[in-house]
C-alpha cells in the first residue's frame, strides 16, 4: 500500500505539471495584450512597454513560467493584473458558492440515483422499472441550460417557491438564504446528472444481481433482495465511488454554466469577466485550482479503492 502511495503521489505531481504548462501555453495564443487592456485606448506604446515590464510580460515565456509555477507550489497564486489583489483570497470567496453549489448538486444527484437505480433493477421487466428507465433516458438527454431555464419558469416564475437569481450579499452569514438561492441551480444540474447515474445504478444492479456469488447465496437460503444487499450492493458501490468521482468533475463544468444563468458571485462567473479582461495570471491559477481539485479527487478515489477493496491490494503486492 505504502508503495502504492508513493507511486500515485509521483504521478499526480506530473500531472499537475503537465496540467500547468498547457493551461499557462494555451492561455497564450488567446488574441490582445493585458498591459493594452490595463492601459485603455489612450495609453500610449511607451505606457504600454512600461506596464509590460511592470507585469513581468516582457520576459521569456519560459521564465514567466517558472515565476508563476514556484509561487504556485510555495502557496502564493499571485495577483490580479486588473485589481492588484491576491488571487488566493478571491479564489476562496468565490468557492464559497461554487464548492457547496457542487456538492449539493451531487447530493440532489445521489438521492435520486442510488434508491431508483436499484429499485428499479430489482422490479425489473415490471411497469414502474420500465417508466423510470425512460424518464431517466428523456432526463439524461435534457441540456443543462434548457433545465435551467424550465426550472426558472416552473419554480421561479410560476409557482415562487424559490429566487431566480442571485446570492445574498451577506454569504452565509443567513445560511437558510444561501440555500434557498443554491437550490434551483442544485436542482438543474443534480436532476441531469442524477439521471446519469441512475442508468449506471440500473446496470450496475442488474450485473450484481445476475452475478455468480449472488446466486450462490439465493441457493444457500437467503431472499433475492437480502443477497442483494448483503452481497451485491458491496461490489456495486466500489463502481459508484468511481463514477461519483468522475461526475464531481461534470458538477464543475455545469457550476461553471449555471453561475452564468442564475447569477451566481462564483469561480465560474469569475472565471468569464477574467477572460474578457485578459486577466491572465488570476485565469490561469483558477484553471490550475479546478484542475488539481479534480486530479487530486481522482486520486483519493484509487485510494479509497484500495483501501474498500482487499483484491487491489493483493493484486499491488504480487506486482512487485
Known amino acids: 500500500m505504502s508503495r502504492f502511495l508513493v507511486v ?11 496540467a500547468s504548462f498547457i493551461i499557462f501555453a494555451a492561455l497564450r495564443l488567446l488574441p490582445g495584450d493585458v498591459a493594452q487592456v490595463i492601459g485603455g485606448t489612450t495609453a500610449t506604446p511607451e505606457q504600454v512597454a512600461e506596464l509590460r515590464a511592470q ?60 434508491p431508483l437505480g436499484v429499485l428499479a433493477a430489482y422490479r425489473r421487466n415490471t411497469l414502474p422499472s420500465r417508466a423510470l428507465s425512460v424518464i ?35 454569504g452565509w452569514s443567513d445560511p437558510l438564504a444561501a440555500i434557498r438561492s443554491l437550490t434551483l441551480p442544485a436542482l ?16 450496475a444492479t442488474l450485473s450484481a444481481l445476475g452475478a455468480e456469488h449472488v446466486r450462490t447465496a439465493m441457493s444457500q437460503g437467503h431472499t433475492r433482495l437480502s443477497a442483494l444487499v448483503r452481497h451485491g450492493l458491496p461490489g456495486v458501490g466500489l463502481s459508484i465511488v468511481s463514477l461519483l468521482g468522475l461526475q464531481f468533475a461534470e458538477l464543475l463544468v455545469g457550476a461553471v454554466v449555471l453561475e452564468q444563468l442564475f447569477a451566481l458571485p462564483g ?5 468569464v469577466e477574467d477572460v474578457n479582461n485578459r486577466d491572465l495570471i488570476k485565469v490561469q491559477s483558477t484553471l490550475f485550482v479546478l484542475t488539481a481539485a479534480i486530479l487530486i479527487l481522482g486520486a483519493a478515489v484509487d485510494v479509497v479503492h484500495r483501501i474498500i477493496d482487499p483484491r487491489l491490494r493483493v493484486e499491488g503486492e504480487e506486482d512487485r
Open 8 to 18: 500515485r503521489a509521483l504521478t499526480l505531481t506530473v500531472g499537475l505539471l503537465l
Open 55 to 114: 507585469l513581468g510580460l516582457d520576459e521569456p515565456i519560459l521564465t514567466q513560467y517558472a515565476h508563476w509555477i514556484a509561487g504556485i507550489f510555495t502557496g502564493d497564486l499571485g495577483r490580479s493584473v486588473i485589481s492588484g489583489s491576491p488571487i488566493g483570497a478571491e479564489l476562496a470567496q468565490k468557492a464559497q458558492v461554487t464548492v457547496p453549489l457542487t456538492l449539493y448538486s451531487l447530493l440532489v444527484a445521489a438521492i435520486i440515483a442510488l
Open 136 to 170: 431517466g433516458t428523456g432526463a439524461a438527454a435534457v441540456p443543462i441550460v434548457w433545465a435551467g431555464l424550465l426550472g426558472t419558469i416552473v419554480f421561479s416564475a410560476w409557482l415562487g417557491w424559490l429566487p431566480a437569481q442571485g446570492f445574498p450579499i451577506d
Open 188 to 203: 438543474t444540474i443534480g436532476l441531469v446528472v442524477g439521471a446519469i447515474l441512475f442508468r449506471f445504478v440500473r446496470s
Open 267 to 271: 469561480l465560474g462567473r469569475m472565471l
